[in-house]
C-alpha cells in the first residue's frame, strides 16, 4: 500500500508502488521516499509518515524500515518557505533526544506535476508514541499527579533550555506538539512556528512593527496575539499545558478573571500543591515582564516547590516606566542582543522579593543578563575608538563611530556605535566567529550596544556595516 503525495489527489490510498492510480503522480518520491499513511493536512503543509527505501540495509520487506515523517509546504510564499527551512536548520542544530532528527538530505525541494511551482520537502526521523492530546483522550488514565508533573516539566524545561541556548524560541507549545515515547520521556516537536531572537526582531517588537502571529487558541500568550512573541511567551504555553494535563479541562473551556484575564483553575486539580501552582500561574501571567525571567529562574522555583510543597512562592514584581513593547524587548537579554533602545536613564527595574543590591559581574558570558551596564561592566572598561566614515543626517555631517570595549573586572568585551539608520555592527574574533551583530532600526544618532562576547586571552576587534560602502573594522585588540 503507498500513499500519494498530490494533497489533491481524491484517492491518495494505492495498491501500486509506482504510480498512483488515480492521478498519475509518482508514488516513490526523490526516488526513495513511499508514503506510508496521511498524519496531517493543512492549507500549508501535506505530513505524511513515509520509510525510506534507501536506508541503510533495506530489504525488499519495507516493514523493516523505521518510519520518518516527510512534510510537504503547500505555498510558495517567502515567509512559509523561510520558516519551514528555519525548521530544518533547527533540526540540523539542536542536537537533543527530546528534538526530533533531520534525516540524511532531509530538506529538498522538487517540482511535481500537480503543481505549477516547486514545492519544499522536509523529512525527519519519526519519534514514537503518544501525544499529549491523544494521551489526554486515554479512558484509563486517571487524573496527573504532582510528581509525574514535575518530571514532566522539568524533561520539557530541558528541551527548551537546548533551543534558548540557541536562540530560537518554539511559539507554539502545547500538548499535541509533545510526544510521550515508549520510553516515558517526552519529545518536543513541530518546530515551523519556531522564531529566532535577534537584534531587528525584537527592534520590531520595540518600535511596534508586529510580526506574524503564530500559536494555538487557549495556549497562545497575549503579546503573541499582536504579533510580539518573545522567549517568555514558551513560559506561557507550557504552563497552560500542564494546566490542561492536570485539570484533564482545555484552558478554554475554564472561567476567567475579570480583573486579570488570568483562567481559575486549581480546583479542578486538588493533586497540585500552592507553590506548584504558584509557579504554573507566573508562568501564564498576562505580562511577559512578571513570568519567570528564563528557564534557569523556573527551574530554581522548582526546587523550592519540592523543598516546600504547601508554602506560596515568594513572586517578583517587575515595574518599568518604559512603554510595554520597549519593556519586553529590554527583559530578554539572555536570548538577544542588547543595545537596541537608548539604555542611560530609560530602564529601571525593582525586585520586591529576593532584591538583588549589585547585580552580578558576567564572566565569559555565563551571567543571566549580559548587558555591560546593568552588571556594572561599562564602569571600568577600557575603549578603543575608530571612525568609519562620516554620513549626513539632515544638513549635519557625523562621523560613524564605533568603539571596542573591554572590562577586565567582567573578562568581557562588547561594541558600542554611534551610527546611521540600516547600518549595523558587531564583534569578530581572530577566528571569525561574530558576537551579537546589532541593526540600527531608526533614524536618530545614539549609542547603540552589541551583545557581550568572551573578553579574555582573546584577540577581537569591532566592525561595522554602514548603509553605503564597504564594512569598516577596528584593528584586533589582544585581551
Not at 25 to 36: C, I, K
Not at 179 to 182: A, E
Not at 319 to 342: A, D, E, H, N, Q
Not at 347 to 356: G, H, S, V
Given at each position: 500500500?503507498s500513499?500519494?503525495?498530490?494533497?489533491?489527489?481524491?484517492?491518495?490510498?494505492n495498491?501500486?508502488?509506482?504510480?498512483?492510480?488515480?492521478?498519475g503522480?509518482?508514488?516513490?518520491?526523490?526516488?526513495?521516499?513511499?508514503?506510508?499513511?496521511?498524519?496531517?493536512?493543512?492549507?500549508?503543509?501535506?505530513?505524511?509518515?513515509?520509510?525510506?527505501?534507501?536506508?541503510?540495509?533495506?530489504?525488499?520487506?519495507?516493514?523493516?524500515?523505521?518510519?520518518?515523517?516527510?512534510?510537504?509546504?503547500?505555498?510558495?510564499?517567502?515567509?512559509?518557505?523561510?520558516?519551514?527551512?528555519?525548521?530544518a536548520?533547527?533540526?540540523?542544530?539542536?542536537?537533543?533526544?527530546?528534538i526530533?532528527?533531520?534525516?540524511?538530505?532531509?530538506?529538498f525541494?522538487?517540482?511535481?506535476?500537480?503543481?505549477?511551482?516547486?514545492?519544499h520537502?522536509?523529512v525527519?526521523?519519526?519519534?514514537?508514541?503518544?501525544?499529549?492530546?491523544?494521551?489526554?483522550?486515554?479512558?484509563?488514565?486517571?487524573?496527573?499527579?504532582?510528581?509525574?508533573?514535575?518530571?514532566?516539566?522539568?524533561q520539557l524545561?530541558?528541551?527548551?533550555?537546548?533551543?534558548?541556548?540557541?536562540?530560537?524560541?518554539?511559539?507554539d507549545?502545547?500538548?499535541?506538539?509533545i510526544?510521550?515515547?515508549?520510553n516515558?520521556?517526552?519529545a518536543?516537536?513541530?518546530?515551523?512556528?519556531?522564531?529566532?531572537?535577534?537584534?531587528?526582531?525584537?527592534?520590531?517588537?520595540?518600535?511596534?512593527?508586529?510580526?506574524?502571529?503564530?500559536?494555538?487558541?487557549?495556549?497562545?500568550?497575549?503579546?503573541?496575539?499582536?504579533?510580539?512573541?518573545?522567549?517568555?511567551?514558551?513560559?506561557?504555553?507550557?504552563?497552560?499545558?500542564?494546566?490542561?494535563?492536570?485539570?484533564?479541562?482545555?484552558?478554554?473551556?475554564?472561567?476567567?478573571?475579570?480583573?486579570?484575564?488570568?483562567?481559575?483553575?486549581r480546583?479542578?486539580?486538588?493533586?497540585?500543591?500552592?507553590?506548584?501552582?504558584?509557579?504554573?500561574?507566573?508562568?501564564?501571567?498576562?505580562?511577559?515582564?512578571?513570568?519567570?525571567?528564563?528557564?534557569?529562574a523556573?527551574?530554581?522555583?522548582?526546587?523550592?516547590?519540592?523543598?516546600?510543597?504547601?508554602?506560596?512562592?515568594?513572586?517578583?514584581?517587575?515595574?518599568?516606566?518604559?512603554?510595554?513593547?520597549?519593556?519586553?524587548?529590554?527583559?530578554?537579554?539572555?536570548?538577544?542582543?542588547?543595545?537596541?533602545?537608548?539604555?542611560?536613564?530609560n530602564?529601571?527595574?525593582?525586585?520586591?522579593?529576593?532584591?538583588?543590591d549589585?547585580?552580578?559581574?558576567?564572566?565569559?558570558?555565563?551571567?543571566?543578563?549580559?548587558?555591560?551596564?546593568?552588571?556594572?561592566?561599562?564602569?571600568?572598561?577600557?575603549?578603543?575608538?575608530?571612525?568609519?566614515?562620516?554620513?549626513?543626517?539632515g544638513?549635519?555631517?557625523?562621523?560613524?563611530?564605533?568603539?571596542?570595549?573591554?572590562?577586565?573586572?567582567?573578562q568581557?568585551?562588547?561594541?558600542?556605535?554611534?551610527?546611521?539608520?540600516?547600518?549595523?555592527?558587531?564583534?569578530?574574533?581572530?577566528?571569525?566567529?561574530?558576537?551579537?551583530?546589532?541593526?540600527?532600526?531608526?533614524?536618530?544618532?545614539?549609542?547603540?550596544?552589541?551583545?557581550?562576547a568572551?573578553?579574555?586571552?582573546?584577540?577581537?576587534?569591532?566592525?561595522?556595516?554602514?548603509?553605503?560602502?564597504?564594512?569598516?573594522?577596528?584593528?584586533?585588540?589582544?585581551?
Open positions: 500500500m500513499y500519494c503525495f498530490n494533497p489533491y489527489c481524491s484517492h491518495p490510498h495498491s501500486s508502488q509506482d504510480i498512483c492510480n488515480h492521478c503522480a509518482n508514488l516513490l518520491l526523490q526516488q526513495r521516499y513511499r508514503g506510508v499513511k496521511l498524519l496531517g493536512k493543512s492549507q500549508l503543509a501535506l505530513t505524511v509518515e513515509v520509510i525510506d527505501t534507501h536506508h541503510e540495509g533495506a530489504t525488499e520487506d519495507l516493514a523493516d524500515l523505521s518510519p520518518k515523517v516527510l512534510k510537504i509546504l503547500l505555498t510558495n510564499y517567502p515567509k512559509a518557505v523561510e520558516l519551514f527551512q528555519q525548521e536548520k533547527i533540526l540540523r542544530q539542536i542536537n537533543h533526544k527530546g526530533p532528527t533531520l534525516a540524511t538530505d532531509g530538506y525541494s522538487f517540482q511535481p506535476q500537480w503543481n505549477n511551482y516547486p514545492v520537502c522536509l525527519i526521523n519519526k519519534i514514537p508514541g503518544l501525544d499529549l492530546e491523544q494521551w489526554l483522550k486515554q479512558p484509563n488514565n486517571q487524573a496527573m499527579s504532582q510528581e509525574k508533573a514535575l518530571n514532566w516539566l522539568k524545561l530541558d528541551i527548551l533550555f537546548q533551543l534558548h541556548q540557541q536562540q530560537y524560541f518554539h511559539r507549545i502545547k500538548p499535541s506538539n510526544i510521550l515515547q515508549p516515558g520521556e517526552l518536543l516537536i513541530e518546530f515551523g512556528a519556531a522564531r529566532k531572537v535577534t537584534a531587528t526582531y525584537l527592534g520590531k517588537v520595540g518600535v511596534n512593527q508586529g510580526v506574524t502571529s503564530i500559536g494555538t487558541p487557549g495556549y497562545i500568550s497575549p503579546e503573541q496575539l499582536n504579533g510580539a512573541a518573545l522567549p517568555q511567551s514558551d513560559f506561557f504555553g507550557l504552563g497552560r499545558t500542564f494546566v490542561h494535563l492536570l485539570t484533564r479541562k482545555h484552558p478554554q473551556e475554564l472561567d476567567k478573571n475579570i480583573d486579570t484575564g488570568a483562567i481559575i483553575w480546583d479542578f486539580a486538588p493533586q497540585v500543591s500552592v507553590s506548584f501552582a504558584d509557579l504554573l500561574d507566573s508562568m501564564m501571567n498576562f505580562s511577559p515582564g512578571k513570568r519567570p525571567i528564563n528557564i534557569e523556573i527551574n530554581k522555583a522548582l526546587t523550592k516547590v519540592e523543598q516546600f510543597p504547601h508554602k506560596p512562592l515568594i513572586k517578583k514584581n517587575f515595574k518599568s516606566k518604559l512603554s510595554l513593547p520597549i519593556t519586553l524587548g529590554m527583559l530578554f537579554f539572555p536570548l538577544s542582543m542588547v543595545g537596541l533602545f537608548s539604555l542611560g536613564n530602564f529601571k527595574q525593582e525586585l520586591a522579593a529576593d532584591k538583588i549589585d547585580a552580578p559581574l558576567c564572566q565569559n558570558l555565563t551571567c543571566i543578563n549580559r548587558d555591560p551596564i546593568d552588571n556594572k561592566c561599562d564602569r571600568d572598561s577600557q575603549t578603543i575608538t575608530s571612525n568609519i566614515a562620516n554620513y549626513r543626517l544638513s549635519d555631517l557625523i562621523a560613524y563611530r564605533i568603539e571596542v570595549r573591554y572590562s577586565a573586572n567582567c568581557a568585551v562588547w561594541a558600542r556605535s554611534e551610527a546611521p539608520y540600516r547600518s549595523s555592527h558587531y564583534i569578530e574574533d581572530k577566528q571569525g566567529n561574530i558576537y551579537g551583530q546589532v541593526d540600527i532600526i531608526k533614524d536618530g544618532w545614539n549609542r547603540h550596544y552589541a551583545d557581550m568572551p573578553g579574555k586571552d582573546i584577540q577581537i576587534r569591532a566592525c561595522a556595516k554602514p548603509p553605503v560602502g564597504e564594512t569598516g573594522c577596528t584593528n584586533f585588540v589582544q585581551l
